[in-house]
Structures are given as C-alpha cells and as structure tokens.
C-alpha cells in the first residue's frame, strides 16, 4: 500500500522559511518521479515542483522559482522541499504527490 506521509509545516512570518518533508513507503521509491503540489483555502490544486529519481533534475513553478528547493533522499525514502522568503500568498496545503497518490497533507500558514 502506497503511502506518503507529509510533516514540517507551521505558523511562520513573511520571509521566513520551513522545511517539509515526506516519508513514503510501500513502493520503491527511488525510481518514482515525485512532486510537490499545493491547495490554498478555496482554490484549485496548484503544482509546485517535481523531481526526477535520481534528485538531478528539478523543475519549479515560476511563482516559486528561486524561493523553493525541491529535493529527496532515496536512502531514506524522504521527499523534501525547503521554503524560504515565504509570501502570505504561499499560505496552503502542501501535498507530495507519487503518480495518482498524495498524502495528508501538511498545513502552511504565512501571516504576520
């Protein structure tokens, strides 16, 4: 059973950062494309990065693109994104995504 554990959001101020992680499991891991998406209170999903199995090649929305580092550790079967200069327009679920899989999701609020 495919399962995709999401954790490390919070509470942080405009132009801070957090670090998500996701655990998954019950599939190999390392050979899955993964992806980071997004869902703001009210609105549609929104895709955020996406990362190729081998953690080389990384591509980005254009409204995170130098704010956001999507990366992942096959070792420990754990999907990352790091989020800096955090906007209150980045406030949103954040869910990574393994072909028709997400998790739970992990709760991103920005405000001051």
């Known amino acids: 059973e495919v399962q995709l554990v999401e954790s490390g959001g919070g509470l942080v101020q405009p132009g801070g950062s957090l670090r998500l992680s996701c655990l998954a499991s019950?599939?190999?891991?390392?050979?899955?494309?993964m992806q980071w998406v997004r869902q703001a209170p009210g609105k549609g999903i929104e895709w955020v990065s996406t990362?190729?199995?081998?953690?080389?090649?990384?591509t980005y929305a254009d409204f995170v693109k130098g704010r956001f580092t999507i990366s992942r550790d096959n070792t420990k079967n754990t999907l990352y994104l790091q989020l800096n200069s955090l906007k209150t327009e980045d406030t949103a679920m954040y869910y990574c995504?393994?072909?028709?899989?997400r998790g739970q999701g992990t709760q991103v609020t920005v405000s001051s």
């Open positions: 990362i190729n199995p081998g953690g080389d090649v990384k």
């Open positions: 019950g599939f190999p891991f390392s050979t899955y494309h």
């Open positions: 995504v393994k072909s028709y899989y």
